[in-house]
C-alpha cells in the first residue's frame, strides 16, 4: 500500500498537510478557514469526513485556524501533547472530550497502517513538535 504525502498549504497564512494509505487518513495542522481546508483536501479526493485524525504540531493560529470547524463538522479526533491543547483552548473553540487526545512528546503512536512518532523542535510555542511517519519499510517526516 503507498503512503501519499500532500502539502495543502504552508507559510504565514496557515499550515496543512496530508499524508495516508487507502487504511489512514491522517492531516496535520489545519491553518486555514474550514471552507479552505475542505477545498484543499477535496483537490486531492479526500473527503474530510474520511479523514481519521487532526494532529497538531503546535497552537500558532497559522497551524489551527480550521482545527476547531473541521472537527466539530465532521467529528474528527485531534491529537497533540498538554501544553498545546492548554495554549490552543481558546483558539479552535469548544471540542469534546471524546474528541481530545495527548499526542506526547517522544511518544510513537500505531495509527492504523502508519506508525507515528513525536519529537521536539525549537520554535517559539508552548511546547513545538513535528511527526515522523513510517509506512512499509520507508519515512516521512512532517
Given at each position: 500500500?503507498?503512503?501519499?504525502?500532500?502539502?495543502l498549504?504552508?507559510?504565514?497564512?496557515?499550515n496543512?498537510?496530508?499524508?495516508?494509505?487507502?487504511?489512514?487518513?491522517?492531516?496535520?495542522?489545519?491553518?486555514?478557514?474550514?471552507?479552505?481546508?475542505?477545498?484543499?483536501?477535496?483537490?486531492?479526493?479526500?473527503?474530510?469526513?474520511?479523514?481519521?485524525?487532526?494532529?497538531?504540531?503546535?497552537?500558532?493560529?497559522?497551524?489551527?485556524?480550521g482545527?476547531?470547524?473541521?472537527?466539530?463538522?465532521?467529528?474528527?479526533?485531534?491529537?497533540?501533547?498538554e501544553?498545546?491543547?492548554?495554549?490552543?483552548?481558546?483558539?479552535?473553540?469548544?471540542?469534546?472530550?471524546?474528541?481530545?487526545?495527548?499526542?506526547?512528546?517522544?511518544?510513537?503512536k500505531?495509527f492504523g497502517?502508519?506508525?507515528?512518532?513525536?519529537?521536539?523542535?525549537?520554535?517559539?510555542?508552548?511546547?513545538?513538535?513535528?511527526?515522523?511517519?513510517?509506512?512499509?519499510?520507508?519515512?516521512?517526516?512532517?
Amino acid at each position: 500500500m503507498t503512503l501519499h504525502f500532500s502539502v495543502l498549504a504552508s507559510g504565514s497564512s496557515g499550515n496543512a498537510f496530508y499524508i495516508g494509505t487507502e487504511k489512514e487518513k491522517i492531516l496535520v495542522d489545519a491553518g486555514l478557514s474550514g471552507k479552505q481546508m475542505t477545498r484543499l483536501l477535496s483537490e486531492i479526493n479526500i473527503d474530510p469526513a474520511s479523514i481519521s485524525k487532526i494532529l497538531v504540531t503546535h497552537e500558532h493560529s497559522d497551524h489551527v485556524k480550521g482545527l476547531g470547524i473541521l472537527a466539530r463538522k465532521y467529528n474528527l479526533p485531534i491529537y497533540a501533547n498538554e501544553k498545546t491543547w492548554k495554549a490552543m483552548e481558546h483558539l479552535i473553540g469548544k471540542i469534546e472530550l471524546d474528541q481530545k487526545f495527548v499526542f506526547n512528546m517522544e511518544e510513537t503512536k500505531t495509527f492504523g497502517d502508519i506508525d507515528v512518532e513525536s519529537f521536539a523542535v525549537s520554535h517559539d510555542a508552548a511546547e513545538p513538535m513535528f511527526y515522523t511517519f513510517h509506512h512499509d519499510g520507508k519515512k516521512s517526516l512532517s
